[in-house]
C-alpha cells in the first residue's frame, strides 16, 4: 500500500524565484492537503484539493497556489519566494474532503537565499 | 480562531520512566482530537485519535483520552523507550475541510 510521496526532498532557491512541489497521495485517497512547518513549530495549513478545487485556504497570501490532477496528486507553487517560506512542506492526503485522518508525505524542505 | 496548546518542551526522561505531554485545545462545534510524532528528517506519523468526548485513543503504548469538560487530551505513556525520542504533536479538526490545527510540539527525549 503506497503512502504518500513528494517531491523532490530537498529544494534551495533564492528570493524573487518561483518553485514547484509535487504530492502523490495515498492509494484510495482523493483529498490533497498542504502544510507548511517552520523550523521549531507545528505545521499551519495552507489549503485543501478535492475535485480538483481548493475547497479550503488558511491564512497564506495569493503567492502560494495549488493544483490537482485528475489522478488526485497535487502540486504546491509559490510565486516571488521570501526568506520567510524557507520550511518543510508538507502534504496530507485524506478519503473525502471530511475525511478524519490525514495521512502525511516525508515532506519537502525548502530553502530560500 | 480554534486553537492548540501543548506543554513547554523540551522534556528529558530516563528510560522507563513515566510520560505525559499535556495538551488543550480551543475548538468551535465537535473536533476531532489527534497526536502525531515526528522523528528527525522525517514527515508527521499518527500516532493516535479520538473523535468524541470520552473516546481513548491507544497505540504503541500511548493513551489519550477526550476530556470535554477540561478540553484536554493529554498524551501518556507508562514507560518510555530510547526509541521513543521525537517530537510530539497534538492537534485538533477544524472547519468543513477538517484542516488539522497544530500546537507547538513537544521535543521528547529518552536516555538510557
Known amino acids: 500500500d503506497a503512502g504518500v510521496t513528494q517531491s523532490p526532498t530537498h529544494l534551495i532557491k533564492t528570493r524573487g524565484q518561483q518553485v514547484t512541489l509535487r504530492c502523490s497521495p495515498k492509494?484510495?485517497?482523493?483529498?490533497v492537503s498542504w502544510y507548511q512547518q517552520a523550523l521549531g513549530q507545528g505545521p499551519q495549513f495552507i489549503f485543501q484539493?478535492?475535485?480538483?478545487?481548493?475547497?479550503q485556504r488558511g491564512n497564506f497570501p495569493d503567492r502560494f497556489s495549488g493544483h490537482q490532477f485528475p489522478n488526485y496528486s497535487s502540486e504546491l507553487n509559490v510565486n516571488a519566494l521570501l526568506l520567510g517560506d524557507s520550511a518543510l512542506y508538507l502534504c496530507?492526503?485524506?478519503?473525502?474532503?471530511?475525511?478524519?485522518?490525514?495521512?502525511f508525505g516525508p515532506g519537502t524542505r525548502l530553502l530560500v537565499l | 480562531g480554534d486553537s492548540v496548546t501543548q506543554m513547554e518542551g523540551p522534556v528529558t526522561l530516563s528510560e522507563e520512566a513515566f510520560l505525559t505531554i499535556n495538551c488543550t485545545y480551543t475548538?468551535?462545534?465537535?473536533?476531532?482530537l489527534f497526536w502525531y510524532v515526528q522523528y528527525p528528517g522525517e514527515g508527521l506519523q499518527l500516532l493516535l485519535k479520538?473523535?468524541?468526548?470520552?473516546d481513548k485513543g491507544s497505540n504503541k503504548g500511548f493513551e489519550a483520552t477526550y476530556r470535554k469538560e477540561t478540553t484536554s487530551f493529554h498524551l501518556e505513556k507508562g514507560s518510555v523507550q530510547v526509541s521513543d525520542s521525537a517530537v510530539y504533536f497534538c492537534?485538533?479538526?477544524?472547519?468543513?475541510?477538517?484542516?488539522?490545527?497544530f500546537g507547538s510540539g513537544t521535543q521528547l527525549t529518552v536516555l538510557p
Open positions: 496530507a492526503s485524506s478519503l473525502g474532503p471530511g475525511g478524519e485522518t490525514q495521512y
Open positions: 492509494s484510495g485517497h482523493d483529498t
Open positions: 484539493y478535492y475535485e480538483e478545487e481548493e475547497r
Open positions: 475548538a468551535t462545534g465537535y473536533p476531532s
Open positions: 479520538a473523535t468524541k468526548a470520552d
Open positions: 492537534a485538533s479538526t477544524s472547519g468543513s475541510a477538517r484542516q488539522l490545527t
